[in-house]
């Protein structure tokens, strides 16, 4: 599969713990994007990067989440110090600009 | 400010007709158009798209109208079969000197198709 992969698919934690999430890209593309989406909503615009650059961050993006892209290809999510409004499903999504933003399964984020 | 909206929340459809989604959005600027398909616990799957150049685009079973006057967005799907059934989503992208990174969606359409 050389779609855009996510790790892990589920992760249940307790409210105040750290969690990192994982984002694979489609390999070819330079584009890396982060959303989050509760239930019923569409999808939010967290932050993006081009190559290891962070181009763009959203106000949603508190000072408790941090994403980096090292390297130009994976990217992590970190989320210091969970609430429970965090929880919702964490989506990635690649792109070769200027073409089509292309999604991962997305990681569950339960906080308790 | 910049929002992507839809006008029906829940469509339900006999499996063989043709569905109709719309979507309207209110940023004037925005210059690229992507519908995606969500089904239950899985990430968005893109299905079309457009640009503000053009106002109508085929693909396999589904077209994308686009309608600048009055800022709305359709999609429509043909002989529309049970696994279509999913949240559906437009969303708009202004590149407009900003960046093409940003994607801003609208809440969805539930399609419902019944055998």
């Known amino acids: 599969d050389t779609g855009v992969s996510q790790d892990p698919r589920h992760k249940i934690t307790k409210r105040g713990q750290n969690v990192t999430f994982r984002c694979d890209p489609i390999?070819?593309?330079?584009?890396l994007y982060w959303y989050r989406q509760t239930l019923g909503q569409g999808p939010e615009f967290l932050t993006y990067?081009?190559?290891?650059?962070?181009?763009?961050k959203s106000r949603l993006l508190s000072d408790r989440f941090s994403a980096e892209r090292p390297k130009g290809s994976f990217s992590t999510l970190e989320i210091q110090r969970t609430e429970q409004g965090d929880s919702a499903m964490y989506l990635c999504?690649?792109?070769?600009?200027?073409?089509?933003?292309?999604f991962g399964p997305g990681t569950r984020l339960t906080v308790l | 400010g910049e929002s992507v909206g839809l006008h029906l929340p829940t469509l339900s459809v006999q499996e063989g007709d043709n569905s109709i989604i719309n979507c309207a959005y209110s940023?004037?600027?925005?210059?690229?158009f992507i519908w995606y398909k969500q089904e239950s616990g899985k990430g968005p799957q893109f299905i079309i798209d457009?640009?503000?150049?053009?106002d109508k685009r085929q693909g396999q079973r589904v077209t994308v109208l686009l309608n600048k006057t009055v800022k709305h967005l359709s999609l429509q799907i043909a002989a529309t079969q049970p696994g279509d059934s999913a949240v559906y989503f437009c969303?708009?992208?202004?590149?407009?000197?900003?960046?093409?990174?940003?994607?801003?969606f609208g809440q969805g359409t539930i399609l419902t198709v019944h055998p």
């Open positions: 390999s070819e593309h330079n584009r």
């Open positions: 457009i640009r503000s150049n053009m």
């Open positions: 940023n004037s600027a925005s210059d690229y």
């Open positions: 999504a690649s792109s070769l600009p200027p073409d089509t933003q292309y």
């Open positions: 990067f081009q190559n290891e650059a962070q181009l763009e």
């Open positions: 969303a708009e992208n202004n590149a407009g000197g900003t960046s093409y990174g940003k994607l801003t």
